[in-house]
């Protein structure tokens, strides 16, 4: 079963900075079926990136993920407001369950 | 605009059952899985289970408590955990895997359901 873990547990930046959030896997995998996941308060997860770097619909520019192998990262290149939530990976093994990384909060500073 | 929306009751005594269910607009396509994700306060993403047209997966921490259905006529799917304690309690989410992206693309907005005497 695959474990991820996220980096760092919490993210402390200004609005107009540059965030990067990594995902780490315990052991590599033959896909790049790595997903990323915004969570803001009181609301439901929303699919961001998919494919390690795929936008999901709607999805601002601003969002980018690469990685590959157990090292994936997620980029938000100038913070808005509405970006300062929870952050989850998932990565898509070769057996079940779905696993979800810890999750990156990131918060104002 | 595919939409999800869970609904049951948002209390549940421990050692009964637990029963929600979600219903789907906007998508009558086949081509899915459709699962079930869990969130203690606080805490992370655990997901419970997934069916799909030809079965059913369940997370094996759940220790054979968890059951799926699935109503293509009503477009709903439903979960049922048994023998439920507080540590059951969470807001729980439906949500829409696709298998084509591998990814959960569409979820629900979560219902709250609290185990408690």
């Known amino acids: 079963e695959i474990v991820l873990t996220q980096s760092p547990g919490t993210l402390s930046l200004s609005p107009g900075e540059r965030a990067t959030l990594s995902c780490r896997a315990s052991?590599?995998?033959?896909?790049?079926?790595l997903s990323w996941y915004q969570q803001r308060p009181g609301q439901a997860p929303r699919l961001l990136i998919y494919g390690a770097s795929s936008r999901a619909t709607g999805i601002p520019d601003r969002f980018s993920g690469s990685g590959s192998g157990t090292d994936f990262t997620l980029t938000i290149s100038r913070l808005e407001p509405e970006d300062f939530a929870m952050y989850y990976c998932h990565l898509y093994g070769d057996s079940l369950p779905f696993i979800f990384g810890p999750g990156t909060e990131l918060n104002i500073k | 605009q595919v939409q999800l929306q869970e609904s049951g009751p948002g209390l549940v005594k421990p050692s009964e059952t637990l029963s929600l269910t979600c219903t789907v607009s906007g998508d009558s396509s086949t081509n899915y899985f459709w699962s079930w994700i869990r969130q203690p306060a606080g805490k992370g993403l655990e997901w419970i289970a997934r069916i799909f047209a030809t079965g059913t997966n369940y997370n094996p921490s759940l220790n054979g408590r968890v059951s799926m259905s699935l109503d293509r006529s009503k477009n709903q799917f439903s979960l049922t955990l048994n023998s439920v304690t507080a540590a059951d309690t969470a807001v729980y989410y439906c949500?829409?895997?696709?298998?084509?992206?591998?990814?959960?693309?569409?979820w629900g907005q979560g219902i709250l359901v609290t185990v408690s005497s």
């Open positions: 052991h590599s995998v033959t896909n790049n079926y």
């Open positions: 949500a829409r895997w696709s298998a084509a992206r591998v990814c959960f693309d569409y």
